[in-house]
C-alpha cells in the first residue's frame, strides 16, 4: 500500500506483506558448534594447566581425537554434513539459493565435504570471522567462488559468527 503526502511518498506495509518480503531462517542444533565436553566453559590456559598443552592442542587440532566426554572434528563432520546432504543440498537441487551461518567447525566440516578436503587438510582450514564464502552449485559440482556480488546462479553461502554468550 502507498500513501501519498504532498511530495512525500511513504510506504506503509502490512504484517502479511512483511511475511510474503522475509527470507526463512531455518534453526537446527547439528550446525552448533563442536562440543569440548570437559574443556567446556575453560579458557586456553586454564585448559593447558589442567591437561598439558601437548594434549589440548592435540585435541583441538586433530580430526579424530575427541577431549574428554566430547566431540571429534569428525563427529561434528558426521552430524553437519548429514544435516547438508539431507535437508541443504535438496534446496540447491530445486534452483533455490541457501546461505548457512553456523560456527567455525561446523562450517569447517561441511567445508572439508564441498572441497574434498582430507582429515589433515581439513584441520588446518582456518575461517576468517564474519567474511562470507561463495560456492556456485552447477552441474552437480560446488565450485568456491569467493565472496558473494549478485550471484544469478543456485549456492551456498557460508557465513561464520562470533557467538558471545
Not at 592435540?58 to 571429534?72: A, F, L, Q, T, V
Not at 551461518?101 to 572439508?112: D, F, P, Q, T, V
Request: proline share 5%; glycine share 8%.
Amino acid at each position: 500500500m502507498m500513501r501519498m503526502r504532498g511530495q512525500e511518498h511513504v510506504v506503509v506495509f502490512t504484517v502479511k506483506d512483511t511475511k510474503k518480503q522475509s527470507i526463512p531462517v531455518i534453526t537446527d542444533w547439528q550446525l552448533n558448534e563442536r562440543m569440548y565436553g570437559e574443556l567446556q566453559g575453560l579458557n586456553k590456559q586454564e585448559t593447558a594447566e589442567r591437561y598439558g598443552k601437548e594434549q589440548v592442542h592435540e585435541w583441538r587440532r586433530s580430526y579424530d581425537i575427541p577431549p574428554p566426554n566430547g566431540e571429534s572434528l569428525e563427529m561434528c563432520a558426521q552430524r553437519a554434513v548429514t544435516y547438508f546432504r539431507d535437508e541443504i543440498e535438496p534446496q540447491l537441487f530445486s534452483g533455490k539459493n541457501v546461505m548457512i551461518a553456523a560456527h567455525g567447525n561446523s562450517l569447517r566440516s561441511i567445508i572439508m565435504y564441498l572441497d574434498k578436503l582430507t582429515s589433515q587438510e581439513v584441520i588446518s582450514l582456518e575461517l576468517s570471522t564474519g567474511i562470507p564464502l561463495l560456492y556456485i552449485f552447477k552441474e552437480g559440482r560446488y565450485v568456491r567462488r569467493g565472496s558473494p556480488v549478485g550471484p544469478t546462479e543456485a549456492g551456498v553461502y557460508a557465513y561464520t559468527r562470533v557467538c558471545c554468550c
